[in-house]
């Protein structure tokens, strides 16, 4: 069964920065393109990151382009998602998951709380 378990999240004042991590177990993550997703209070889930298995290449949401940057350690079977100039719309909880054909593959975690306010 896999496992994600998110972390990094916090409290942080608009412009401020924060690193998430996503451990991924039980299953092979190192042929995975993995993706970045959110969800604020009232709000369906988008992604915002995708990361794919080999290679790392990168594509992001036009609100976060610039300001997110999705990495990967496939040694570690951990995503990350660095983030900086962070806004109060970007107030959400983050999840990683698995992504094939555009759709998530594995039930998610408990995802990790991003609340931006001064």
């Known amino acids: 069964q896999v496992q994600l378990v998110e972390s990094g999240g916090g409290l942080v004042q608009p412009g401020g920065s924060l690193k998430l991590s996503c451990l991924v177990s039980?299953?092979?993550?190192?042929?995975?393109?993995m993706g970045w997703y959110r969800q604020a209070p009232g709000h369906e889930r988008e992604l915002v990151a995708t990361?794919?298995?080999?290679?790392?290449?990168?594509d992001y949401e036009d609100s976060v382009k610039g300001r997110f940057t999705a990495s990967r350690d496939n040694y570690k079977n951990t995503v990350y998602l660095e983030m900086s100039s962070l806004r109060p719309e970007d107030t959400a909880v983050y999840y990683c998951?698995?992504?094939?054909?555009?759709?998530?593959?594995?039930?998610w975690g408990q995802g990790t709380q991003v609340t931006v306010s001064s």
């Open positions: 039980g299953t092979a993550f190192n042929v995975r393109t």
């Open positions: 998951n698995g992504i094939f054909s555009g759709r998530s593959l594995w039930s």
């Open positions: 990361i794919t298995a080999i290679g790392g290449a990168t």
